[in-house]
């Protein structure tokens, strides 16, 4: 065990981004982990081509498909809890058992998102008109885009993986850069359990250049934030 390799995963590949990076540093003696990669704009708009066209591949499968594979990549998190909670304590200075407890918690949500993914219900709507039936039937929106904080490095980006990949939907997601290697880990168990090319993408930058970049895009439909109001605002502005 020790602490998880650190790339950006753009487009299914593990990669060195062209942006530079920065140290992450263990809390608790300030010794440098590793060096964390930072995506430059050019890794960034690979990255949104590639949940672009990895929407047309997950959207185009069945939630039951879906769901095997998450569920599956939950199963390698699972083999891999111990390993995954010293990184987890490592980078955040949360003690081991909470650590692993965590790590635990989170391959259930992204489990649970993978079961409602196959109950995305609609509904029937009574008609005006005698002998018209109005459906409504569910769709996922597109390519989202979602950030999340230092304190919690495997549930909070759980569930935004879980939510986007569960409803069918390509995510390209940011953590914070104090606490990378808990969400690489996952991304890395989801990708060896056979997530297709650029469904799920992980990138790591300058907050505030990172998200002005991508939240204009029209490519990116949906936006999930988890973080201070203050910068929420900002976000939503954008």
Same mark, same amino acid.
């Given at each position: 065990?020790?602490?998880?390799?650190?790339?950006?995963?753009?487009?299914?590949?593990?990669?060195?981004?062209?942006?530079?990076?920065?140290?992450?540093?263990?809390?608790?003696?300030?010794?440098?982990?590793?060096?964390?990669?930072?995506?430059?704009?050019?890794?960034?708009?690979?990255?949104?081509?590639?949940?672009?066209?990895?929407?047309?591949?997950?959207?185009?499968?069945?939630?039951?498909?879906?769901?095997?594979?998450?569920?599956?990549?939950?199963?390698?998190?699972?083999?891999?809890?111990?390993?995954?909670?010293?990184?987890?304590?490592?980078?955040?200075?949360?003690?081991?058992?909470?650590?692993?407890?965590?790590?635990?918690?989170?391959?259930?949500?992204?489990?649970?998102?993978?079961?409602?993914?196959?109950?995305?219900?609609?509904?029937?709507?009574?008609?005006?008109?005698? +002998? !018209?039936?109005?459906? %409504?039937?569910?769709? *996922?929106?597109? &390519?989202?885009?979602?950030?999340? /904080?230092?304190?919690?490095?495997?549930?909070?980006?759980?569930?935004?993986?879980?939510?986007?990949?569960?409803?069918?939907?390509?995510?390209?997601?940011?953590?914070?850069?104090?606490?990378?290697?808990?969400?690489?880990?996952?991304?890395?168990?989801?990708?060896?359990?056979?997530?297709?090319? +650029? !469904?799920?993408?992980? %990138?790591?930058?300058? *907050?505030?250049? &990172?998200?002005?970049?991508?939240? /204009?895009?029209?490519?990116?439909?949906?936006?999930?934030?988890?973080?201070?109001?203050?910068?929420?605002?900002?976000?939503?502005?954008?």
């Amino acid at each position: 065990m020790g602490y998880e390799p650190l790339d950006l995963f753009i487009n299914g590949q593990w990669r060195k981004g062209a942006g530079g990076g920065e140290a992450v540093l263990n809390p608790a003696n300030e010794q440098t982990l590793a060096e964390l990669p930072h995506a430059s704009e050019a890794d960034l708009d690979e990255a949104v081509g590639a949940a672009v066209e990895g929407f047309k591949v997950w959207s185009a499968m069945s939630p039951f498909e879906r769901c095997a594979i998450m569920r599956k990549g939950m199963e390698i998190v699972r083999s891999r809890a111990d390993a995954i909670a010293e990184t987890l304590t490592l980078e955040e200075g949360k003690p081991f058992g909470e650590a692993k407890g965590e790590v635990l918690v989170s391959a259930d949500i992204i489990d649970w998102y993978a079961d409602e993914g196959c109950r995305t219900y609609g509904r029937v709507i009574p008609s005006r008109q005698a +002998g !018209v039936r109005h459906i %409504v039937q569910r769709e *996922p929106i597109g &390519v989202c885009a979602a950030f999340t /904080p230092w304190n919690f490095p495997a549930l909070t980006p759980a569930r935004k993986i879980g939510g986007a990949l569960g409803s069918g939907c390509s995510l390209i997601l940011k953590p914070s850069e104090e606490t990378p290697g808990t969400v690489v880990a996952f991304a890395r168990a989801l990708d060896e359990a056979g997530l297709p090319k +650029g !469904v799920l993408n992980v %990138v790591f930058g300058v *907050p505030s250049v &990172v998200s002005s970049y991508l939240i /204009p895009r029209e490519e990116v439909r949906k936006v999930s934030f988890t973080g201070s109001t203050a910068v929420g605002k900002q976000l939503a502005q954008m």
